[in-house]
């Protein structure tokens, strides 16, 4: 066996870098607001922002996009589309959409309002803003040491049983819509679900009546965890593994800009004939005709392909140990992470990597503009900036302070992830000089997207 792994594909198409100097990197975050949100990409070096939209695609899904069907009903590209999803879930109605927050949009429109109460592992942002958007509210289980960021285990993305059952009995059934399974739990560091917890959860859901509903942007991840980390699958493959998963619900939404390679697109996947229903006239309303729902043909031929390459083994090994790679350079460097990385992100703990500075100055924000000042590197924040709430005039932090590095797939070689090694080790070696944040201006939902900030002294 050897050491290294590689990359399972050869460069076939090249873009340049956006080098710039930092007294340009300075006057574009002044120009921004200090949100990097509103930084223009061609003056970001390494964009590690998102994973979602950023994958570079195949040459495969480049050909599908030329089989593209752009016939406004029945194209054939959808038929390709829905026979790729119900080949992976086995979920009866498919409805495809533009991104993930579209299928969120309609099915809290569908089954959300107020007096509802929807349970998760952990609703990531835009989950939680269209929930509290139709007037329910999100609410988060995690399983007990899932903030304990210091400690490994192997699933700490799992749903905490034993509060689930209480929480049902507490709220009443009537009163809760669906339970949401996030694949991997994205919010709490990328941390994987078990099998053993989704059949759990199944089993409870069942009992009580309660649909479960997958959050599947990055399903395959979740897979490969359980292939490697849970009795009994070691041997098993990997698709069959995503379809055990998806067997253990009753729908699912999923933002194809994940784990199917795709610049855009998603779905909605349900066996609820009547949930379906409602919403494909929701889907008619925003999002356009059942049959494209806001996508080109082009859009559903990538994304039908990039559900079946994101499933192939050697792929996810090498996805998973490039995670490992940043992972290991980082504590090398000093710096506290989620522990053990995610499947698409390595997450900086930066409450004990700043602990000078209070989470109402927004210490992740701090790191984040430092990141992009030093070397214009792009990252975003997971903290109170993001999380925290304003509540009767008085600030609530969130739980955690992090910034996220999630790598693009397919898209960033070794020499780039040892250049955001080697910044973070300069940025580590004179952490105590970065201080606080200050919040100018912000929207109710989803501030970190419209923030404006400015920088205060240490």
Same mark, same amino acid.
């Given at each position: 066996m050897w050491k290294t792994i590689?990359?399972?594909f050869k460069i076939k198409t090249v873009e340049p870098l956006g080098f710039t100097a930092e007294a340009e990197r300075e006057a574009v975050l002044r120009e921004a607001c200090y949100n990097v949100f509103n930084i223009p990409a061609d003056k970001v070096l390494i964009d590690l922002l998102t994973d +979602?939209?950023?994958s570079a695609m195949s040459a495969e899904q480049w050909a599908a996009v030329m089989r593209g069907d752009e016939s406004y009903a029945g194209a054939r590209s959808f038929f390709t589309f829905e026979s790729a999803v119900r080949r992976l879930t086995g979920y009866r109605h498919v409805l495809p959409v533009h991104q993930g927050r579209a299928a969120e949009r309609i099915l809290f +429109? @569908? @089954?959300?309002g107020p007096g509802k109460t929807v349970i998760s592992n952990s609703h990531f942002d835009t989950t939680r *803003?269209? *929930?509290?958007a139709s007037g329910c509210e999100a609410l988060d289980l995690p399983v007990p040491g899932a903030l %304990? =960021? %210091?400690t490994p285990a192997d699933f700490k993305g799992d749903i905490d049983l034993k509060a689930l059952e209480d929480a049902i009995r507490r709220i009443g059934t009537p009163n809760i819509p669906m339970i949401v399974m996030t694949l991997t739990n994205n919010s709490l560091g990328g941390q994987p679900v078990s099998m053993a917890n989704l059949r759990e959860v199944s089993r409870i859901a069942l009992h009580y009546g309660i649909p479960v509903i997958i959050d599947a942007a990055r399903f395959a991840e979740n897979a490969f965890f359980i292939k490697r980390r849970e009795p009994g699958f070691s041997t098993r493959k990997v698709p069959e593994i995503a379809s055990e998963m998806f067997s253990t619900a009753s729908g699912c939404m999923m933002s194809s800009k994940k784990d199917a390679f795709a610049n855009i697109g998603g779905f909605l996947a349900l066996n609820d004939s009547e949930w379906a229903k409602k919403a494909r006239e929701i889907l008619i309303l925003g999002e356009g005709f059942p049959t494209y729902g806001g996508l080109a043909g082009r859009d559903l031929e990538a994304v039908a392909r990039g559900l079946e390459e994101v499933l192939e083994e050697q792929y996810l090994t090498y996805r998973i140990r490039s995670i490992e790679y940043l992972a290991e350079g980082l504590r090398r460097a000093g710096v506290p992470i989620v522990e053990p990385p995610g499947g698409h992100a390595v997450y900086v703990n930066v409450k004990k990597f700043l602990p000078h500075i209070p989470p109402d100055g927004y210490p992740g924000q701090s790191l984040v503009c430092e990141l992009y000042r030093t070397a214009g590197i792009r990252a975003v924040e997971i903290g109170s900036?993001? =999380?925290g709430k304003n509540q009767d005039g008085r600030f609530v932090p969130a739980p955690m302070e992090l910034v996220r590095l999630a790598v693009p797939r397919r898209v960033y070689t070794q020499s780039h992830i040892d =250049? @955001?090694?080697e910044v973070f080790g300069e940025i580590a070696r004179r952490k105590e000089a970065l201080g606080p944040m200050r919040l100018l201006e912000g929207s109710q939902r989803l501030t970190h =997207?419209? *923030?404006?900030l400015m920088p205060e002294p240490a």
């Open positions: 590689i990359e399972p +979602s939209g950023t +429109s @569908v @089954v959300g *803003a269209n *929930a509290e %304990d =960021f %210091d900036l993001m =999380f =250049f @955001v090694i =997207f419209t *923030a404006k």
